[in-house]
């Protein structure tokens, strides 16, 4: 008889999104002429940059010419990209990256889950609260947990809060943990991590013989220049931390997938003999055999990024964002509500007023301005009381969602 993984009955139903369109939709059934504006989505919204586009449609005609069409590409990616990458996005920013530490993939996303592939069963394992659901999620459903508390919290997890208490950033554990998941710039909180913080947390890794999963989908969107952008900018990182970066948020990628892992060549973990392994040879493994590379096209338009006007039209896009997170947020403030993040995040992380819950918070917005957000009591347990708003969004719904809530709130 055929049997499961039983991990995946562990698994939260997936209720923070479908509860969201099940309200939005019972609401709009019984408002049918309300005109709802959806400021919960984590997802880009404006077209792929001009750059991207044209090399994508150049290497669609490559791919039909007998001299340069490419079947199976490198695992790990075409040269041409990993090559541009390590020397713009790191060593550039005087981060010791290699070529070929840099693993080209389809998301951030599966690699995030894959890189558990490589690690053993038996780690402690730390993630931030609020905190993006894909690291809690893949660790259940690889047997590193337990069940779930009514708060949704997974036992056998580390959970380190951030909230307004200790200014959003994720305290050094006590105890020792194993892997440890930081994700700055923070979704869903929008806030960043000083070089201070970081040089806090690889300290603690290195001493603890730790590895940190680095997730730096949002380094694009950092504005303040002290901040760092990469891990690798602190002193010790390549011997303790896995970095994951993608062209989702910064060029708008989301649909067309593509993204990069830095695995540096120093890093080790202990084997069951108590070896030290070079977990680069075990992602290289890893990579080659259960994945065949990311289409030629794709990487021909992640590549275009790093050109001239590609930099020019990211940056552009960035900016773009940036602009409706800060029409957010001062809206916001000058409505009364207290608000964070969104200055060097795409996220604004609101502060619920007048102590109602998250989902209180969500009923009252689409009830009184039909504008939709997201409840972070979704995102865990020290979530609640706070309300995840994404700049996300053209800026007419921006314009118009702020002002029916400045007006709506400013008046109670
Ligand atoms: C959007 C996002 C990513 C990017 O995922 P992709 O699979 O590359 O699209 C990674 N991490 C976080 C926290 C994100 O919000």
């Not at 541009?84 to 010791?96: E, V, Y």
């Not at 200790?166 to 960043?192: H, M, R, S, W």
């Not at 794709?298 to 029409?327: C, D, H, W």
């Not at 708003?389 to 118009?400: G, K, L, T």
Request: aromatic share 12%; net charge negative.
């Amino acid at each position: 008889m055929a049997t499961i993984n039983d991990n995946y009955l562990k698994l939260k139903a997936g209720y923070l999104f479908p509860e969201i369109a099940r309200r939005v939709n019972a609401f709009a059934s019984e408002n049918p002429d309300a005109k709802i504006i959806r400021l919960g989505i984590g997802d880009v919204t404006e077209p792929l940059p001009e750059a991207c586009r044209t090399a994508m449609i150049k290497a669609v005609e490559d791919m039909g010419e007998q001299a340069s069409f490419r079947g199976y590409g490198p695992e790990q990616g075409y040269a041409w990209l990993r090559e541009k990458i390590a020397t713009q996005d790191f060593q550039a920013r005087n981060c010791a990256v290699e070529a070929e530490e840099i693993f080209v993939s389809d998301g951030s996303k599966c690699d995030c889950g894959n890189i558990l592939d490589i690690f053993g069963d038996n780690n402690t394992i730390a993630v931030t609260d609020p905190v993006y659901p894909v690291y809690v999620d893949t660790n259940v459903m690889a047997g590193h947990t337990g069940l779930a508390n009514e708060q949704g919290e997974f036992e056998g997890l580390v959970y380190l809060p951030i909230t307004a208490d200790n200014n959003f950033t994720a305290q050094i554990p006590t105890q020792k943990v194993d892997l440890i998941y930081l994700c700055f710039p923070n979704n869903p909180t929008g806030a960043v991590a000083t070089r201070e913080h970081l040089k806090a947390w690889v300290d603690y890794a290195r001493a603890n013989g730790s590895i940190i999963f680095f997730d730096a989908a949002y380094e694009a969107f950092i504005t303040d220049p002290d901040l760092p952008h990469s891990i690798y900018e602190i002193e010790g990182a390549r011997e303790c931390a896995i970095e994951f970066r993608s062209f989702s948020k910064n060029a708008g990628f989301t649909g067309t997938r593509c993204a990069f892992t830095v695995v540096p060549k120093a890093l080790t973990a202990k084997a069951a003999d108590g070896s030290d392994v070079e977990l680069w040879k075990l992602w290289n493994r890893r990579q080659s055999t259960k994945f065949n590379g990311v289409s030629y096209i794709v990487q021909r338009g992640a590549e275009a990024v790093y050109s001239e006007e590609g930099q020019a039209q990211t940056k552009a896009l960035i900016q773009f964002y940036m602009e409706n997170a800060r029409i957010i947020r001062e809206q916001l403030t000058a409505a009364g509500i207290a608000v964070y993040g969104g200055v060097n995040a795409p996220y604004v992380w609101v502060k619920t007023p007048a102590g109602l819950s998250s989902w209180e918070f969500f009923d009252k917005l689409l009830h009184t301005c039909n504008v939709v957000g997201t409840p972070g009591s979704g995102f865990g347990a020290a979530g609640e009381g706070y309300f995840r708003i994404s700049a996300f969004n053209s800026r007419a719904n921006v314009e118009e969602a702020m002002k029916r809530i400045t007006e709506k709130f400013k008046a109670s």
